[in-house]
């Protein structure tokens, strides 16, 4: 019998601590955006799912970690500009 490997980013604690740490290493564009997809991937790869990411990006938002713009296409890291225009 096979037992599946429990998943590395099941914790939202550590998928959004993760998903911090994958934000934090990326480049920014105007205004210290950074494009979701540009954390997505690396998220995905780090054996997350989707559901994992949305529930990480929720639960950063929540604790101040990251300010997500409302149409969901970028985010900023806390400190880097001021707030979205």
């Known amino acids: 019998m096979k037992y599946t490997s429990a998943?590395?980013?099941?914790?939202?604690?550590?998928?959004?601590?993760?998903l911090v740490e994958i934000a934090s290493g990326i480049?920014?564009?105007?205004d210290g955006r950074v494009f979701i997809e540009?954390?997505?991937v690396p998220f995905l790869k780090q054996g997350g799912t989707g559901e994992q990411f949305s529930v990480a990006v929720a639960l950063a938002q929540e604790r101040g970690w990251l300010e997500?713009?409302?149409?969901?296409?970028?985010?900023?890291?806390?400190?880097?500009?001021e707030a979205f225009g």
């Open 7 to 18: 998943r590395p980013l099941a914790d939202p604690e550590t998928a959004a601590r993760k």
């Open 27 to 30: 480049q920014p564009v105007q």
């Open 68 to 81: 997500l713009h409302e149409s969901g296409t970028y985010l900023r890291l806390p400190g880097q500009t």
């Open 38 to 40: 540009l954390i997505n």
